[in-house]
């Protein structure tokens, strides 16, 4: 069963996978970086690409299963974890920023859906 | 701990992380004074005694973090797969100009403060499938002490992997046709006895007054018999032979070959001695068939550098069958002790030991004691009861390689300590086996082929060092031939060291992803009052880089180049696998400044004053053996203006 569920973050989200995915590939091909065709900064914009997809569908569909949107919340913060982690290794300040901007806009997604459940609680209860 | 909390705490700091990145870096702008003199870095070693010291004093620990790059150059000279290059050069800077040789047998001369080319002179090397690969350590200088009108007075060298020697002039980059034919000298034509490949000159020469001293790089792990290390002194001015030093004794030269020098030599300049490193007899790992002592192999021997008549030797390894090669110049120093001024030598060396001898006589200046070891379970085979231990100064390797890493163990699932149950694991000298030996330090262990570098006025000395075990094993003849036929190598580190009774197989201890199967750190680096011998600080260096991940630096770096050390308390080092160049306060080992360069500099960087201005140049050429990034990349830094 579809419900409406919070777009809000979702922007942002997008706009730090797409952050991750520019800096992965000025990485991959600049010498300077340390990181030029390293397998680490693809895998990281293979993170990216995905998060950026998962961020589009949380965006773009309000009206989602509850399965979808536990999924979407549970892979991006996962996607997030997993960056943070592979940015910190490759020492690229550039990507752990990113996440942080991912890990606001999941956290505004994650309180606005609950703080949306809340209302239609509210309102099903004052319908009692 | 650290790691684990710095991870946990990495999202929040993220965002600050990015602020401080989107903020301009405030540099330390501020110079010392413009007072230096011009200083050349006019041979492999820094200068003649290897000491890789500069006394420029611009550069200091308080403005180091300033240091920007001041130009970079690329020679072109870059090729990676089947005949991928290996460039360790230190840049020479003499004659008002940076000079550098490449693998594919050019010499470029640069301008020191622009890097702009002044002239290039190609020593037609064929770029192709060269015996022993494309392989450079740079060029040689020098210069006629009472110069003559015309050119050809100041003179640069390079070595190709065929046993080529150039002489070029110096200003023009134009061969010297008065050196050997047309400014070519072919060594080959000299190194006739048991012949199997041509010679590698993959070292530049030392030069003493008008003599080079001229070492090579051989294939010592495919024949049993090869061509012999013998050590050419040669007229700098006419590419004359003067002198030949053999290391094989007459009575065994069709018994083995090579202990060939290849690397650095050093000379002292006040006495004429010149201080070979020497190398193992072939064939590398099984010496059954040269059981009779040859006392110049793997050892330090001293000649006289115009006549190459042997002044004194010491054996550092007895029967050598682990390929532990004395692979670095002996640094020179003067050691202040009890009253009285030692003129000494430093051979850190492969096996880890902190070798210091009277330059004079080659007598220790520290004890060196023989200590017992393993024997050999070979048939034929009779390892030394005994080899030479220095336990003093501290040595760089411990006597057992450390256990296994448990993370490395628990990621293959058991694959180490299972490995590690199987083979023979007796310490340093375990000799190698049918089932396996872990030998510890290996042939990629202690000093590497840069040595370490002296401040010569506080007689500080810092050295890297590699703390690698690797698994020699024998494999006899029958077998061999049945899976490798008359391949004299193979892909999973098999050489045949065809004519003896085994071949042999070096693996690295990895496990399944690739991981070093012991406990880290992997590379180091020590310093040393060589006064007192005391060790005042050992720390990791250099970072692994894996996937272009870096791994925590307190794990450290395989290290392949040297440090250089300034006056004014510098260290100086490219080397390890990350590609960074650093610079390292010499009073405390904190990295002062980072910098990330096109490939691992594996070579001791040179440091030079030009018109007032102080210079680090590294050439990043990188090595295989470290990492697959390799560059054609000479760059060089300095404080802005």
């Known amino acids: 069963m579809t419900q409406r569920h919070s777009t809000r973050g979702a922007w942002l989200i997008m706009l730090a996978s797409l952050i991750t995915i520019a800096i992965c590939v000025y990485d991959y091909y600049t010498p300077e970086t340390g990181l030029i065709g390293t397998g680490g900064v693809i895998t990281v914009a293979v993170a990216g690409a995905l998060m950026l997809m998962a961020s589009l569908t949380m965006g773009l569909v309000a009206n989602r299963g509850c399965f979808l949107q536990g999924f979407l919340v549970v892979s991006i913060l996962l996607d997030i974890i997993g960056s943070s982690v592979a940015g910190y290794f490759l020492e690229s300040p550039v990507i752990m920023a990113a996440q942080a901007l991912a890990l606001i806009g999941w956290l505004i997604n994650v309180i606005g859906d609950a703080a949306e459940r809340s209302v239609e609680i509210d309102e099903v209860e004052d319908e009692d | ?641």
């Open chain 2, 1 to 641: 701990m650290k790691i684990r909390n710095f991870v946990l705490g990495a999202l929040g700091l993220a965002a600050a992380a990015a602020a401080v990145t989107l903020v301009p870096m405030q540099h330390a702008t501020a110079q010392g004074g413009n007072s230096d003199p011009a200083q050349t870095w006019d041979a492999f070693g820094g200068n003649q005694q290897a000491q890789k010291y500069s006394t420029a004093t611009q550069i200091t620990p308080d403005n180091v973090k300033g240091l920007k790059m001041a130009w970079e150059f690329h020679t072109g000279d870059v090729s990676s797969g089947a005949h991928s290059t290996t460039w360790g050069a230190t840049p020479l800077f003499a004659n008002n100009t940076v000079y550098t040789g490449t693998p594919k047998y050019n010499i470029f001369a640069v301008e020191p403060d622009t890097g702009k080319m002044k002239w290039k002179y190609s020593a037609n090397g064929n770029n192709g499938d060269e015996n022993q690969g494309l392989k450079n350590r740079g060029v040689a200088y020098w210069a006629a002490a009472n110069p003559t009108a015309g050119a050809c007075q100041k003179m640069v060298y390079i070595g190709t992997m065929t046993g080529e020697l150039h002489g070029v002039d110096a200003d023009s980059g134009k061969p010297c046709a008065g050196f050997g034919k047309n400014g070519v000298v072919d060594v080959n034509a000299w190194a006739t006895k048991n012949s199997k490949w041509k010679i590698g000159l993959i070292q530049p020469p030392a030069v003493y007054k008008d003599t080079l001293i001229l070492g090579w790089a051989g294939n010592d792990w495919v024949y049993k018999t090869e061509n012999p290390g013998t050590v050419y002194g040669i007229d700098a001015r006419t590419g004359a032979l003067k002198w030949t030093f053999n290391i094989i004794p007459d009575d065994m030269m069709n018994q083995t070959g090579t202990a060939n020098v290849w690397a650095g030599i050093s000379v002292d300049p006040e006495t004429g001695l010149a201080f070979l490193p020497t190398s193992s007899p072939s064939p590398n790992y099984y010496g059954g068939d040269r059981l009779k002592e040859m006392p110049y192999a793997t050892a330090t021997v001293a000649v006289n550098a115009e006549t190459g008549e042997v002044k004194w030797a010491r054996q550092l390894v007895h029967h050598d069958i682990w390929d532990v090669d004395i692979n670095s110049a002996p640094t020179l120093v003067d050691i202040k002790k009890d009253g009285q001024v030692i003129p000494a030598l430093i051979q850190a060396n492969k096996m880890g030991l902190m070798v210091v001898l009277n330059r004079n006589t080659g007598e220790p200046v520290w004890p060196i004691v023989e200590r017992a070891y393993p024997a050999s379970d070979i048939a034929g085979e009779v390892a030394s009861k005994t080899q030479p231990f220095v336990p003093y100064p501290e040595p760089l390797v411990a006597e057992h390689m450390p256990p296994v890493s448990k993370l490395a163990d628990i990621l293959s699932f058991g694959e180490c300590s299972r490995w590690k149950a199987r083979i023979r694991d007796e310490g340093r000298y375990t000799p190698p086996s049918v089932r396996g030996s872990i030998s510890w330090p290996a042939t990629l262990g202690g000093v590497e082929w840069g040595g370490g570098a002296l401040d010569p006025t506080t007689n500080t000395y810092v050295v890297n060092s590699n703390l690698v075990p690797q698994i020699y094993t024998l494999v006899p003849r029958a077998d061999a031939d049945k899976k490798y036929g008359n391949a004299l190598r193979a892909r999973d580190g098999y050489a045949a060291q065809q004519g003896s009774a085994y071949g042999f197989k070096l693996e690295n201890f990895l496990n399944m992803w690739g991981m070093p199967c012991w406990a880290p750190p992997y590379g180091i680096m020590s310093s040393y009052d060589m006064n007192s011998g005391k060790l005042l600080w050992r720390k990791p260096v250099g970072q692994v880089q894996k996937w272009g991940f870096y791994m925590p630096e307190s794990w450290g770096s395989i290290t392949i180049g040297a440090p250089a050390i300034t006056k004014s308390g510098l260290v100086f080092i490219g080397a390890s696998m990350d590609s960074r160049v650093r610079a390292i306060d010499v009073k405390t080992g904190n990295v002062l400044w980072k910098h990330i360069v096109d490939a691992p500099a594996v070579a001791q960087p040179a440091v030079y004053t030009y018109k007032g201005k102080q210079y680090v140049a590294f050439a990043a050429g990188g090595n295989g053996i470290l990492t697959p990034r390799l560059s054609d990349q000479l760059v060089a830094f300095a404080l802005p203006n």
